[in-house]
Each structure stands twice: as structure tokens, then as C-alpha cells.
């Protein structure tokens, strides 16, 4: 279900951005604002990098196989990685390699029909707010979701700044034109930054907080003829999916057949806590130390 929200709403983005980078693009060469340059700019990465998500969406729907065996969910990871750095690389750059110079310009830059790139920096703003909404209504979101949800929030700050620096310029402040470009390009960058820190985290095998693996363990051990736990690893493989990896003791008198049982029930018992990822249970031994022999485990 949420892989199939997530798709949507970043189906509905796409479609979104490409007009709203039509009407930018018009407005720029109608008015030479630069501004409205900027988050054109900004949008034709949106495209480029919505597309790139959305294929990364349907791709970690991939069911496991022997290349990958424990599914593609990663993919999503890779995808907003990869957006981060055109984020920074694409967008960030290209702006303050053209801001900066126009901010040491002596001649005063011309612009004209001003209110009209005015009224796209605002018609703008309530398209974008309309899948913002939607992603910000979900429960969860995927990596690629989350990704996208950011970007969002990124467009409606830039839009911003774009819109005040659009403001100026009509009361006669022209080098507010290159600085309102500045800070998009900076909101991109430092935005850009947090994402690619966060999925290369997961990339590289990001484990569940303590308090998670606290809560996996008590549900272990609340299975029928758990001992104890000696090991307890996990780590995510997708969006809210999680590969674990435990040891529970027996008693040493059961036979095979019921460990495996046991074994079978606190699979079952996890699974569900773990986004119906892979859990991995190994049945040893229970040897009781002389404190727990004296105080045996509840």
C-alpha cells in the first residue's frame, strides 16, 4: 500500500513539474529576472530527478533473487543518493556560477513585465503545495518518497526566497535578483547534503535504533520456550524493511523437531515488526550461569 502512495504522488510531482517549469522558462524570457531563472533551473532538475525516483520506486518492487537476495528495496536508497548529488552538482552549482558574477556587475540590470514573474512565483507555490500535501498526509514514505517530500519542501523555500527577491527588484533593488539566487542554490545545497548523509547510512548497512532492537528482543523472548538470547543483529534492506539475524536458546533436552518449532513461532513473531523483511533464527543451547541458575529467566 505504501509503495503504491508513494508512486503516486511522485507520478502527480512530475506531471506538476513540467508545467510549472513551462510557465518559469515563459516568464523569465518575458521579464529577464533571473530569479525565476534560477527556479527553472530548479525544476528541470526536479524533472530529471523525479523520473529517476520514480523508476527507482518500481524497480525496488523487484521480488528477491539469487543476485540479490535480499530483494531490491536499496534501490530507492541509491536513487536519492544519486538525486542529492544533482541536487548539489546540478542545481547549487549552476546558480552560484551564475549569481555571483551579477553581483559585482556596475551596470544596473533591466528588468520588465516584473508582475508577471510575480504571479508564476506564486501560481507556483500552490501547484507545488498540492503533492507536498499529499506526501506530508502519508503515514510512511519509501526512501524515494522521502526523497521527493524533501525536494518539495525545497521548491517551496526557493520559490520563497525567489518571490522576496522578486519584490525587491520592483521597488528598485536589483541586486536583490542575484542574491534571492544565492539562497536557492544555498537551501538546495544544504538540504541536498542531509539527504545523501542519510541513505548512505542505510547504503552501507544502517542498523534500527537501540530502542527497536530492544522491542525485537522482548518480542523473542516472550515466544513459549525462548531461555534467552545471546545475539541479535539487524539491519535495513529497503524502505521500513529490516534483515535480522538471531540466536535464541533452548532447553538442551528438546529434540530437534521442537526447536525448530520454536524456532518457526519466534520467526513469525518478528517478521511482522520488521516490515515483513527476512528473520534469520538459529536455536543453541541454554546454559545457564550459576546467577541465572539460582534466578531462572522468567
Do not use: W
Not at 534467552?228 to 524502505?239: N, R, V, W
Request: hydrophobic residues 50%; proline residues 5%; charged residues 15%.
Amino acid at each position: 500500500m505504501q509503495e503504491h502512495e508513494d508512486i503516486r504522488s511522485i507520478q502527480l510531482t512530475l506531471g506538476l513539474y513540467v508545467f510549472i517549469f513551462a510557465i518559469k522558462l515563459a516568464a523569465y524570457f518575458l521579464t529577464g529576472v533571473m530569479a525565476v531563472l534560477a527556479e527553472a533551473l530548479h525544476t528541470l532538475s526536479d524533472i530529471f530527478i523525479a523520473g529517476f525516483l520514480l523508476a527507482a520506486a518500481f524497480y525496488s518492487r523487484r521480488k528477491a533473487d539469487q543476485v540479490h537476495p535480499f530483494g531490491y528495496g536499496r534501490a530507492q536508497n541509491v536513487a536519492a543518493l544519486v538525486a542529492a548529488t544533482l541536487f548539489i552538482s546540478f542545481t547549487s552549482f549552476e546558480l552560484y556560477k551564475e549569481a555571483i558574477p551579477r553581483l559585482f556587475e556596475h551596470e544596473t540590470a533591466t528588468f520588465q513585465n516584473v508582475p508577471v514573474a510575480l504571479g508564476v512565483l506564486i501560481v507556483s507555490m500552490a501547484i507545488a503545495a498540492a503533492p507536498l500535501f499529499k506526501l506530508f498526509r502519508q503515514k510512511t514514505r519509501g526512501a524515494a518518497a522521502k526523497a521527493q517530500f524533501m525536494e518539495l519542501i525545497n521548491d517551496e523555500l526557493g520559490l520563497l526566497a525567489a518571490l522576496l527577491g522578486t519584490l525587491l527588484v520592483m521597488a528598485g533593488v536589483t541586486i536583490a535578483d542575484p542574491i534571492a539566487a544565492m539562497v536557492v542554490a544555498t537551501i538546495i545545497a544544504v538540504n541536498a547534503a542531509g539527504l545523501f548523509r542519510e541513505n548512505l547510512s542505510f547504503l552501507l548497512g544502517r542498523a534500527p535504533s537501540p530502542e527497536f532492537i530492544a522491542k525485537l528482543e522482548a518480542a523473542a523472548r516472550s515466544v513459549p520456550g525462548v531461555k534467552g538470547i545471546h545475539y541479535l543483529h539487524a539491519e535495513y534492506i529497503g524502505p521500513d524493511v529490516i534483515h535480522g539475524d538471531i540466536h535464541i536458546q533452548v532447553e538442551p533436552t528438546l529434540r530437534v523437531v521442537e526447536g525448530h518449532s520454536i524456532a518457526k513461532a519466534v520467526d513469525l513473531t518478528l517478521e511482522p515488526l520488521m516490515g515483513n523483511g527476512i528473520c534469520e533464527v538459529h536455536v543453541d543451547v541454554y546454559k545457564p550461569t550459576p546467577t541465572t541458575a539460582e534466578h531462572p529467566t522468567e
